[in-house]
Nanobody
Framework: QLQASGGGLVQAGGSLRLSCAASGRTFSSYTVGWFRQAPGKERDFVAALRWSDESTYYTDSVKGRFTISRDNAKRTVYLQMNSLKPEDTAVYHC???????????????????WGQGTLVTVSS
């Protein structure tokens, strides 16, 4: 089971850190990804981290602003979001898929475990 948290309301240019905690399993053989869905839009890939070798993947629009990282002891993956923009407003979901790589980590259909969403609202 995945538990996402950390969303909230922030002004443009501000920062938030999202957390995705695992219960009942470890992430050791998984890739953990963040996806977001804005109202009326499709769910889009944001970032992912492959637990085994800490490979990271980002969508172009967040490169240089968002950082995905992990805490082994806490079985938690973080998404640090800096320089937030109004267009980052969405419900953010974390998900886990088995050892995904660069060609599959960006695709939601390869993730089999999903947490509930956490709402991020960026005001202009």
């Amino acid at each position: 089971q995945l538990q996402a948290s950390g969303g909230g309301l922030v002004q443009a240019g501000g920062s938030l850190r999202l957390s995705c905690a695992a219960s009942g399993r470890t992430f050791s053989s998984y890739t953990v990804g963040w996806f977001r869905q804005a109202p009326g839009k499709e769910r889009d890939f944001v970032a992912a981290l492959r637990w085994s070798d800490e490979s990271t993947y980002y969508t172009d629009s967040v490169k240089g602003r968002f950082t995905i990282s992990r805490d082994n002891a806490k079985r938690t993956v973080y998404l640090q979001m800096n320089s937030l923009k109004p267009e980052d407003t969405a419900v953010y979901h974390c998900a886990a898929g088995a050892n995904l790589i660069s060609t599959t980590a960006t695709m939601s259909r390869f993730y089999h475990y999903w947490g509930q969403g956490t709402l991020v609202t960026v005001s202009s």
